[in-house]
């Protein structure tokens, strides 16, 4: 679910920023801008919640037993709600069931980067020197996500951190090999094509870590792992309430 709305999100933006920056009529215009204030407004609102409510209505429940595969998999526990009649982690999960305890708020890190790489998408380039500095502005943006993954490791499973560590990269390396190609008015540059070839890897590596995901949550749904979890936290919350 956050991939799609990630997604959706970047190509609700960029579609914002094209209306904002070349309005074909005054109502497209005012259209765009609204799209674009909504979409801005969406991780500051989310990065709010998530400080605001956690851990009050949140945690982050290790499993008791490790296994190294299932951990590097799964990860090392799940969220769950703290109080059983609020169920907040059912209506949050897709924001911050992917990212540490510490960092539930990184999701919005990710669409705030996601939206400065529309805004710089949306410019109308119409040079190749022009278009040169939209893909150099977009590896400088890919770049700084790349050294705040590096040193924060926001995920809680490792091979989400691994994996956007090299997607990130990819993109990246794209980005720039893209923008020489472009300063060097020569699309059909070896830089070009190694480029194209980088980001067709990244999608791949994408693709690749849908599928992972979706067997990931079958494989817990079939287990009952993140339910026991749940369960777990439920009943030392119980417990704690009785001693009081």
């Known amino acids: 679910p956050l991939f799609v709305f990630q997604l959706f999100y970047q190509g609700s933006t960029l579609g914002g920023m094209i209306l904002v920056l070349n309005p ?140 956007d560590f090299v997607l990130l990269g990819l993109q990246a390396a794209g980005m720039a090999l893209m923008a020489l190609a472009f300063y060097k008015e020569d699309l059909e540059h070896w830089a070009y094509k190694t480029a194209s070839q980088l980001l067709l890897v990244a999608v791949v590596l994408l693709m690749a870590k849908v599928v992972v995901d979706l067997c990931s949550e079958i494989y817990i749904l079939v287990t009952g792992r993140r339910s026991k979890l749940q369960n777990s936290q439920w009943k030392l919350e119980q417990s704690i309430t009785l001693s009081e």
């Open 24 to 163: 074909p009529t005054a109502l497209l215009f005012l259209l765009g801008c609204t799209t674009v204030i909504a979409t801005l407004a969406l991780p500051i609102m989310i990065f709010m919640t998530m400080n605001k409510n956690i851990p009050e209505m949140a945690v982050y429940r290790m499993e008791t037993t490790r296994h190294t595969v299932r951990t590097l998999i799964l990860g090392q526990g799940e969220w769950v709600s703290v109080h059983k009649h609020t169920h907040w982690v059912q209506r949050y999960a897709s924001v911050i069931r992917a990212y540490r305890q510490d960092m539930p708020w990184y999701t919005a890190v990710e669409m705030a980067a996601s939206f400065a790489v529309a805004g710089v998408q949306a410019v109308t380039a119409e040079t190749y020197a022009a278009c040169g500095h939209v893909k150099l502005a977009s590896c400088v943006i890919f770049l700084m996500m790349f050294s705040l993954e590096a040193v924060l490791w926001p995920h809680s499973r490792y091979r989400d951190s691994m994996l």
